[in-house]
């Protein structure tokens, strides 16, 4: 991911708690990663956030319309 890539992620997983810090993989204008004592986390840092921020299967809607005045 580009450097503004990690840190708004790194800045997602901060809200979420999760402890996790932007740096470059090896040159600082090619791919940045998440990392954690060393150690890269970029994946799992990732998938945790997607896990946070899913939005659940919505539920099959069942209703009805009822027309009101003003539609008629």
Not at 12 to 30: I, K, N, S, V
Not at 35 to 63: H, I, M, N, S, W
């Amino acid at each position: 991911m580009t450097e503004d890539q990690a840190l708004m992620v790194q800045k997602f997983a901060r809200l979420r708690g999760l402890d996790a810090e932007a740096a470059p993989l090896d040159d600082p204008t090619g791919e940045w990663r998440l990392y954690r004592d060393g150690a890269d986390v970029t994946a799992q840092v990732v998938a945790a956030l997607k896990e946070a921020f899913a939005r659940p299967d919505p539920a099959p809607v069942r209703g009805f319309i009822i027309p009101t005045a003003a539609s008629r």
